[in-house]
């Protein structure tokens, strides 16, 4: 893999307009429209990271992902940003840092967030008898950690766009209307992915008990 310290060149030109980057920046340190200034950063920045992604990456789904990652970063950090380096610098720093974190990082290290919420809605769902059942058989700090990871087996088992949209909501604490600025889609849609994606895990977490059951 091509890791070489990026820099802010990659960046196209139209992101180089700093009156408009500084503009969007401002209003979103301002609290004035957060989702409307981030989205236009990404609007100005996505092919750029993408495209570092992709030249850096084995597959297109991972350059997305990382991308995904990039952004997210960046909108949780941009209140703390202070102009010491141009937008775009800055932007693949954080890029870079999520490239080399990559490989290593594990899903075991996020943050729970709203994943207690989902777990308790899908499960339920899944199987509501056998885990009342199971909640009188054991600790409940194990079933707890067995739900977790079962949970995010099926989680993985999802859609693309629909893993995504989980991940940001679930385990980032992100509402709606941020998961549509970061994934570049309408609020609908993230809406529809998240009550499809609910539906589907009931089916994926019943299908790998069974399995583990039955062998």
Not at 68 to 93: C, I, M, N, S, V
Not at 177 to 187: E, F, G, H, P, Y
């Amino acid at each position: 893999m091509d890791v070489e310290n990026p820099s802010g060149s990659e960046v196209g030109s139209n992101a180089d307009n700093p009156d408009v980057v500084a503009r969007a920046v401002r209003r979103f340190q301002d609290g004035e429209e957060r989702e409307a200034s981030f989205r236009t950063l990404f609007d100005l920045h996505h092919s750029a990271v993408e495209g570092f992604f992709v030249r850096r990456t084995a597959s297109t789904e991972e350059s997305l992902d990382l991308m995904q990652e990039t952004f997210l970063r960046a909108y949780k950090g941009l209140d703390g940003y202070q102009w010491q380096a141009p937008f775009g610098a800055w932007l693949f720093r954080i890029a870079w840092n999520v490239l080399k974190t990559s490989a290593t990082r594990a899903q075991s290290s996020w943050p729970w967030g709203h994943q207690t919420e989902l777990e308790e809605s899908v499960t339920q769902s899944a199987d509501p008898a056998r885990h009342r059942t199971a909640e009188n058989a054991a600790p409940s700090a194990l079933l707890q950690e067995e739900r977790r990871q079962l949970l995010r087996l099926a989680i993985e088992r999802l859609p693309a766009q629909r893993r995504r949209c989980v991940v940001l909501w679930a385990y980032h604490e992100l509402t709606y209307q941020q998961i549509a600025v970061v994934l570049r889609i309408s609020i609908g849609t993230v809406k529809a992915h998240m009550s499809q994606a609910k539906e589907q895990l009931g089916g994926i977490l019943a299908e790998i008990e069974e399995t583990a059951t039955h062998g």
